[in-house]
């Protein structure tokens, strides 16, 4: 079982944010000598206790700053882009690291101000053509747009092979069922709406086909995500995944965004005490002891037949987080390559 990490640079309360890209970059570094696969970056704009607008410039650095681990940008929204554009950025990063740069594709809102401001006409309404934008985007990744492309004539390096490794973000069957058709790597999210993980992974095995893309592959390549807080034991999990839950309860179901991390202590004040974790068969954290944890992952992974496992910390502390990651490793025999 391979494990990786998708890294949202929260802010660790009391620093900038700038101590927290340079954290980041020590993690990564942390989790290539702890034997993770990939260390992915997450794009968020205009959330106060982030601090990674373009993670395509953060990816540069980190991958600068490591050897053998695979290094992504997890992932680019490209409802936000010109697929021509986000391709350049993708293919520079996957020309100066060869073999070792993964991008997501994603799509989401940042809210109505961010979402205007990332727009080059501000008074025009964003189609919905993000199935059009993905292959487009995919077959810049490889210079081979279809024949009929208007842009069949112009390219990004072509001089060098096709890449990076491009991944299509799930949370959603019909989304799995797209990445299948294309030919493109499945990341599934089981923290949007958890439940849906199972579903997701079945329809993206039971449709894949090779890809026409020179970008794609020829089998199924899957990963699933999860928000994990792993703990010496139960009491401790439940404790510091409190910043975590309070943070998503706040913004999704209370429309509230904090300007900062909260502490746990703050964080138990705020929704009324520690919450125990969830019990249900797919939970949107998976919070636990060592063997709690394993147990958990160990179910999904039956379920869905995942040889991946992407994690997401949420913890208001940098030495926490790197805590985190050594007892998980532990947990499951990681070992550096």
């Given at each position: 079982m391979k494990f990786s990490i998708l890294d949202p640079v929260q802010i660790p309360v009391g620093q900038t944010s700038g101590e927290a890209m340079r954290g980041s970059i020590a993690l990564a570094q942390a989790a290539e000598r702890l034997g993770y696969h990939r260390y992915w970056l997450v794009e968020h704009h205009d959330v106060a206790y982030e601090a990674n607008p373009a993670p395509e410039v953060l990816a540069t650095v980190i991958a600068c700053a490591t050897n053998s681990i695979r290094v992504g940008l997890g992932g680019v929204l490209l409802n936000h882009y010109s697929p021509y554009k986000a391709a350049e950025a993708a293919r520079t990063l996957g020309?100066?690291?060869?073999?070792?740069?993964?991008?997501?594709?994603g799509r989401s809102t940042a809210g109505p101000n961010a979402d205007t401001a990332l727009k080059r006409h501000r008074d025009v309404e964003t189609p919905d053509d993000h199935d059009s934008q993905t292959e487009e985007f995919v077959g810049w990744l490889g210079n081979d747009l279809p024949a009929g492309?208007?842009?069949?004539?112009?390219?990004?390096?072509?001089?060098e092979a096709a890449g990076p490794h491009p991944w299509v973000l799930a949370a959603t069957q019909g989304t799995a069922?797209?990445?299948?058709?294309?030919?493109?790597?499945?990341?599934?999210?089981?923290?949007h709406v958890p439940e849906n993980a199972p579903g997701a992974f079945k329809a993206y095995l039971d449709n894949f086909r090779p890809s026409r893309f020179a970008a794609g592959v020829s089998k199924p390549e899957t990963l699933l995500a999860i928000?994990?807080?792993?703990?010496?034991?139960q009491e401790e999990a439940e404790r510091l995944a409190m910043p975590m839950r309070a943070l998503f309860k706040l913004r999704r179901k209370d429309n509230l965004m904090l300007d900062k991390m909260p502490t746990p202590d703050e964080a138990i004040a705020l929704m009324g005490g520690v919450l125990p974790a969830e019990d249900a068969a797919?939970?949107?954290?998976?919070?636990?002891?060592?063997?709690?944890?394993?147990?958990?992952?160990?179910?999904?992974?039956?379920v869905t037949g995942a040889s991946e496992i992407m994690v997401q910390d949420v913890l208001h502390d940098?030495?926490?987080?790197?805590?985190?990651?050594?007892?998980?490793?532990?947990?499951?025999g990681l070992r550096a390559a």
């Open positions: 020309v100066l690291f060869p073999g070792r740069i993964d991008v997501g594709i492309s208007s842009f069949r004539s112009i390219g990004i390096m072509p001089d069922v797209r990445a299948a058709r294309l030919g493109l790597p499945l990341a599934c999210s089981a923290f928000r994990l807080i792993i703990g010496e034991t797919w939970p949107a954290y998976v919070v636990g002891s060592p063997e709690r944890v394993q147990a958990t992952i160990a179910r999904m992974v039956a940098q030495e926490l987080r790197l805590r985190n990651y050594e007892l998980l490793a532990r947990t499951f």
